[in-house]
């Protein structure tokens, strides 16, 4: 292909909002455009790197036997509004009307379409397990797109789909999936963080995500210094600091030598970091608490499963959102009580509640509650909503924490003797230097950008959208379901900010958009015909070539083939050519040394080393 014939508008300058060198690059290389914010066209080159990942991952998924359809990105709101999320998904989902005034969504994700599909098909448990996937365009109203294509409105997902009779054959698949996403990553010549996961409102433990590490991510690791453990701050754990009683008698027995609670003035002082001087101790025997706001809440609040009923939650209604999914509480409020020098994690929280989203209480909802201003609340005689207290709290049986009442609070408070919380969790946000929960080693940070993400999901859409098959015994079952994603986009994107340099991309060869860019000093006479030739040979034995033809200075070209990153350049030049022995000259880009091959050896050379690497990367 030359490069005179092809469209690869290649720019010096970058626009200001392209901040990460992914989309400084795609954007000079002549590899997307912006239509609108969060809207990106793809122009040849890109594509053809894009089709790569594309087909990287397809090969994978066919060769773990999931099956590829394709579905309509427009589904009916009807489906959206079966499973629920028609109410619970906010702004982020694109509702349209058509002309007949019917509701339609533009995918964001597929549970809907493909389960209603699965549903209409299915009717024994001879056709299962099934897992299904497809290729397509997703579109998501993104309150902030930013990063080029990593955070775009519009991209584009591989989802797979998958459907079983047990918890083992969804194991399987999960496990299946999980192997192939670790050979795409591979294959795209990616470094892959594989880590646990939040599997929201489902619980359970079957949730991995696959990140790339980046300054500019959206989400915190933390991985273990002597060990494999790596997780999501959503989700990790660590190793108690703390001593938590054995039962609640213990707790009591604990706070026998303690005296008894009392109140403390504390004028205008608020903040732990101010009680911590005031009071002249430290944050780790305070208790915090703070007020949350949770909406669609699944746990059930009643008492129903044994547990006490929650304070407060007699006057709340509960409701399915639409007839099949699961009952929920539309805004229900609850206190969190945490030793003073932790955080709540609100994704833990959140999990825990079955909860779609908990956000802390405005103000004039915290003096409802404790009937105090923001800064006074503690678990003490807090009766009005449930308090819900974080593990560290059991091991306190002396401790500071607001008394409900402007300026006071309580010191000597024992948990067990003084309060005794609706509900006991780890709800703590794990940090750098906490200690590992597998071996006790010492936990360190990284930043990291989620390229795909593997779940199990359970019966939360087969229940809530009403499919089922006959068992063996003629009964009828509700299939568990697993869902698996990776965006295109942010995949391409992660392999740019891995490789490059100063002067360009650094393309894998597997990703590349040609694997050889062919330099003419001066594309006319012997040269031309050198070039041409190699050209010719090297397609023939199935290279990819990039030959530029331009009327430009070398300079301009070397500088253009840097920047767009082609594994090998070939510069072919008179001198070279009026050799004893003709030759030209090969470089690949990720070195900075060039070495004389022989022209009449070049093609053969240069197609056995694009045979073999691909071989290897590929293996
Ligand atoms: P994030 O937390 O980054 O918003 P997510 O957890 O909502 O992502 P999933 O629903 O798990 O994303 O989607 C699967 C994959 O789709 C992600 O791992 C990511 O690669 C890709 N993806 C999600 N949102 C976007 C987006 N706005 N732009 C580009 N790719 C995206
Ligand atoms: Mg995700």
Redesign the pocket.
């Known amino acids: 292909m030359k490069v005179s014939a092809n469209f690869i508008p290649t720019l010096r300058e970058v626009p200001a909002d392209a901040v990460i060198v992914s989309h400084r690059l795609m954007f000079r290389a002549g590899m997307i455009r912006k239509l609108a914010n969060?809207l990106f066209a793809y122009l040849p080159l890109g594509l053809r790197s894009f089709r790569k990942v594309e087909n990287i991952i397809r090969e994978e998924m066919n060769a773990i036997g999931s099956l590829e359809i394709k579905p309509t990105v427009v589904v009916p709101g009807e489906i959206w509004k079966e499973s629920g999320r028609w109410d619970t998904m906010g702004e982020g989902l694109l509702r349209v009307k058509n002309r007949l005034g019917a509701d339609f969504v533009v995918s964001p994700?597929a549970e809907e379409a493909f389960t209603s599909l699965v549903r209409d098909e299915l009717s024994s448990y001879r056709q299962l397990p099934l897992s299904l996937y497809q290729i397509n365009t997703?579109y998501?109203d993104?309150i902030r797109?930013r990063y080029g294509?990593?955070?775009?409105?519009e991209?584009v997902?591989k989802?797979a789909y998958s459907y079983h009779t047990d918890d083992e054959s969804l194991d399987e698949t999960y496990q299946k999936m999980g192997r192939a996403y670790r050979r795409i990553f591979k294959r795209c010549g990616l470094t892959v963080i594989p880590v646990k996961a939040d599997s929201g409102a489902m619980g359970g433990s079957g949730s991995e995500?696959?990140m790339v590490e980046s300054e500019v991510g959206?989400?915190t690791l933390l991985l273990c210094k002597e060990c494999d453990y790596a997780a999501n701050v959503e989700k990790a754990g660590c190793k108690p600091d703390f001593t938590a009683p054995a039962s609640i008698e213990e707790a009591k027995a604990a706070a026998a030598s303690v005296p008894p609670v009392e109140k403390i003035d504390t004028p205008q002082v608020k903040t732990i970091e101010e009680l911590c001087v005031f009071l002249k101790t430290d944050a780790k025997k305070f208790i915090k608490t703070l007020i949350y706001k949770a909406v669609n809440v699944e746990l059930d609040l009643s008492g129903k499963d044994g547990a006490a009923p929650a304070p407060g939650c007699s006057k709340l209604e509960r409701k399915s959102p639409s007839p099949g999914a699961p009952a929920v509480y539309p805004i229900a409020f609850f206190a969190v009580a945490i030793r003073g020098d932790l955080d709540v994690n609100e994704v833990k929280l959140a999990a825990l509640l079955k909860a779609g989203e908990v956000t802390l209480a405005a103000d004039t909802d915290v003096e409802r509650f404790t009937g105090a201003p923001v800064g006074f609340a503690g678990p003490v005689g807090l009766n009005s909503i449930p308090v819900i207290a974080d593990e560290t709290v059991t091991a306190l049986s002396d401790a500071v924490t607001g008394a409900l009442v402007k300026d006071l609070h309580y010191q000597h408070a024992a948990y067990g003797r003084d309060f005794t919380p609706w509900l006991i969790a780890d709800v703590r946000t794990v940090k750098a230097g906490d200690r590992c929960p597998v071996c006790g080693g010492e936990l360190y940070e990284k930043k990291g950008?989620?390229?795909?993400?593997i779940f199990k999901l359970g019966s939360k859409y087969t229940a809530s959208m009403n499919v089922s098959y006959l068992d063996e015994d003629g009964k009828s079952r509700t299939p568990t379901m697993g869902c698996y994603?990776?965006?295109l986009?942010?995949?391409l994107a992660s392999v740019i900010e891995e490789h490059h340099d100063d002067t360009g991309i650094i393309w894998p060869l597997t990703i590349a958009p040609y694997h050889v860019i062919i330099v003419p000093i001066k594309y006319e006479g012997a040269v031309k015909t050198a070039a041409d030739d190699l050209a010719a040979a090297l397609e023939k034995s199935g290279v990819e070539v990039l030959l530029d033809d331009r009327n430009e200075r070398p300079g301009v070209k070397f500088n253009d083939a840097d920047l767009l990153g082609i594994p090998y350049r070939v510069v072919v030049g008179d001198k070279n050519l009026s050799l004893p022995q003709p030759a030209v000259e090969v470089k690949r880009r990720s070195e900075k040394e060039n070495r004389l091959v022989d022209l009449s050896n070049a093609a053969e050379e240069l197609a056995g080393l694009v045979r073999g690497e691909l071989g290897e990367m590929n293996s």
């Open positions: 969060g994700t997703k998501r993104e797109p294509v990593m955070r775009g409105r991209f997902m989802d995500e696959f959206d989400n950008n989620e390229l795909g993400h994603g990776i965006g986009d942010r995949t």
